[in-house]
């Protein structure tokens, strides 16, 4: 199997790697145009980090609600089966989510040594720091996708306890399918429970991944044009 076959005429490593990278530098040659197109997609980005954000937070919600139910079973002697499991998937669904928006709060570790020297060795140290985890969180996306499907083709399934209702499979199976075969997928489903497929929980990683490498290589656009990082710590007093 060839992991980087043609995409749109192109290999997908091109797609992945080199446009976003020759599209950083033509921003960094021509910045005077690039602050009249950024803006607004710069807006939208924005919002997709938020609703990562948010999302992440509703996960860690669930967690909460998770333990309340096993602390109910436990009190009243029944039992929560697969409690453990979805506790996990929402922490991993938790975490994934969240990359993106700690990313631009400054969250993540930076070392900041080299930043501190001067002016013009922070923006080409930062540039270059930004870049190659631009390309690693891109590599990382690229496969955590190809996780998911890899995943479906073998049909894995959990090895816990934890079942999930055959129409929330349906209902995902529908949005990565053409609506001609929606009813196909409705009248296949059943009405009972199945042990969670593992691509299921694996979505939230991709997802996340996939958050992670955008606003890691929008963070370089943005700093090669406005000649600051956008990455701002929050001060906690």
Known sequence: MNDWQSVMGLPLWALLFVIPTLLAALSLKFRTTALKIYP?????????????????????CIILLIIVAQMISRWTG??????????????????????????????HIRVSILLNINDFTRFWVDAGATLIAAITATYFARYAVKTNFMSDLLNDRTQGQDQVPEWLLALFNMIISSPTEWGTIWSSAGSGWVYTPVW???????IGTIILAIALWDNLVRLLVNGKTSIVGEILE
Do not use: C, K
């Not at 607004?40 to 860690?60: C, E, K, S």
């Not at 299921?200 to 991709?206: A, G, T, V, Y």
């Open 40 to 60: 607004p997609i710069w807006r939208i980005l924005d919002r997709v980090y938020v609703a990562g954000g948010v999302l992440a937070a509703t996960f860690m």
């Open 78 to 107: 029944t039992t929560f089966q697969g409690s453990t499991e979805f506790a996990g998937y929402a922490m991993a669904a938790t975490s994934f989510f969240a990359f993106a928006h700690a990313l631009n709060h400054g969250a």
């Open 200 to 206: 299921l929980p694996q979505l939230p990683m991709s």
